[in-house]
T-cell receptor, first 115, second 114 residues
Framework: KQEVTQIPAALSVPEGENLVLNCSFT??????LQWFRQDPGKGLTSLLLIQSSQREQTSGRLNASLDKSSGRSTLYIAASQPGDSATYLC??????????????FGTGTRLTIIP | DADVTQTPRNRITKTGKRIMLECSQTKGHDRMYWYRQDPGLGLRLIYYSFDVKDINKGEISDGYSVSRQAQAKFSLSLESAIPNQTALYFC?????????????FGPGTRLLVL
């Protein structure tokens, strides 16, 4: 059974700093890994998706990496801004016991950027 | 306009009541999902549907049922609501592009069962 862990649960950093969010998964048989952002009272917004054959994806100040062998993914945020404050979730898409796919989410890291 | 919409956005109900949460999408996706989010537990899959005639249970389907009325509509029902079904519920759709699946989420429905 896939388990996805995100540590720490909460993180506060001063504005302008670079930071890394961590995601670990137990089953390396994933098809892809996604990073989402969730703002209070709102739904999830997909940030980056890394296919199992890829090592990383970049979008603006965001860079996500994937290492299937070690069961880890990281989300790197450069030059953090107060608007980056949100909860960040990672999710792995893999085979389910029903014979198709299942998206398994981590519990998220709540990020606060201090002006 | 939002591609994935959920109604209602907030709902308060009493134990034992039957309620329905609705999800509509304009993305033309075949795959639709219902998740619930609880603090400290992350998102968990309740039911999912890969097309109108396909319904599959997720990891926490007990106490819930779904109906895929059309490609664009996927409803979640709580037959007899109980307090531990208090949670934030998300509907999602997905497509497969280039062999990769991307999920698109609605804004969520916050449900409180008294």
């Amino acid at each position: 059974k896939q388990e996805v862990t995100q540590i720490p649960a909460a993180l506060s950093v001063p504005e302008g700093e670079n930071l890394v969010l961590n995601c670990s998964f137990t089953d390396s048989a994933i098809y892809n890994l996604q990073w989402f952002r969730q703002d209070p009272g709102k739904g999830l917004t997909s940030l980056l998706l890394i296919q199992s054959s890829q090592r990383e994806q970049t979008s603006g100040r965001l860079n996500a990496s994937l290492d299937k062998s070690s069961g880890r993914s990281t989300l790197y945020i450069a030059a953090s801004q107060p608007g980056d404050s949100a909860t960040y979730l990672c999710a792995g898409l893999g085979p389910s016991r029903f014979g198709n796919e299942k998206l398994t989410f981590g519990t998220g890291t709540r990020l606060t950027i201090i002006p | 306009d939002a591609d994935v919409t959920q109604t209602p956005r907030n709902r308060i109900t009493k134990t034992g009541k039957r309620i329905m949460l609705e999800c509509s999408q304009t993305k033309g996706h075949d795959r639709m999902y219902w998740y619930r989010q609880d603090p400290g537990l992350g998102l968990r899959l309740i039911y999912y549907s890969f097309d109108v005639k396909d319904i599959n249970k997720g990891e926490i389907s007990d106490g819930y049922s779904v109906s895929r009325q059309a490609q664009a509509k996927f409803s979640l029902s709580l037959e007899s609501a109980i307090p531990n079904q208090t949670a934030l519920y998300f509907c999602a759709t997905s497509d497969l592009t280039g062999g990769a699946e991307t999920q698109y989420f609605g804004p969520g429905t916050r449900l409180l069962v008294l």
